[in-house]
């Protein structure tokens, strides 16, 4: 089995920073890439920032500037740190990894549980 867990979120005033993180632990054989996304009440999970097994990465148009996504891909993790929040970047931030466990064939997309992060105006 594969578990991804978050942890870093919490309560910020705008203009602050937070940063979270991501393990992925149990039977990992390849991870190709990992990603955060959010979901705020009454709207639909979006992405936020993406980084591939090659180091690329992606970002939603709201965040750049302004998010960092980075990964230790020896660890297994991967990090989002976020500069100069927004009430609008209020949301339960969740974590994605496009894993290949061992001795499979196939890439999954596991999820975290999620965490929330609060920006007060």
């Known amino acids: 089995q594969v578990q991804l867990v978050e942890s870093g979120g919490g309560l910020v005033q705008a203009g602050g920073s937070l940063s979270l993180s991501c393990v992925a632990s149990?039977?990992?054989?390849?991870?190709?890439?990992m990603g955060w996304y959010r979901q705020a009440p009454g709207k639909q999970r979006e992405l936020v920032a993406l980084?591939?097994?090659?180091?690329?990465?992606n970002y939603a148009d709201s965040v750049k500037g302004r998010f960092t996504i980075s990964r230790d891909f020896a660890k297994n993790t991967a990090y989002l740190q976020m500069n100069s929040l927004k009430p609008e970047d209020t949301a339960v931030y969740y974590c994605?990894?496009?894993?290949?466990?061992?001795?499979?064939?196939?890439?999954?997309?596991?999820w975290g549980q999620g965490t929330q992060v609060t920006v007060s105006s």
């Open positions: 980084i591939t097994s090659g180091g690329s990465t």
């Open positions: 149990g039977s990992i054989g390849i991870i190709s890439g």
């Open positions: 994605n990894g496009r894993i290949k466990r061992r001795g499979t064939l196939a890439f999954i997309d596991y």
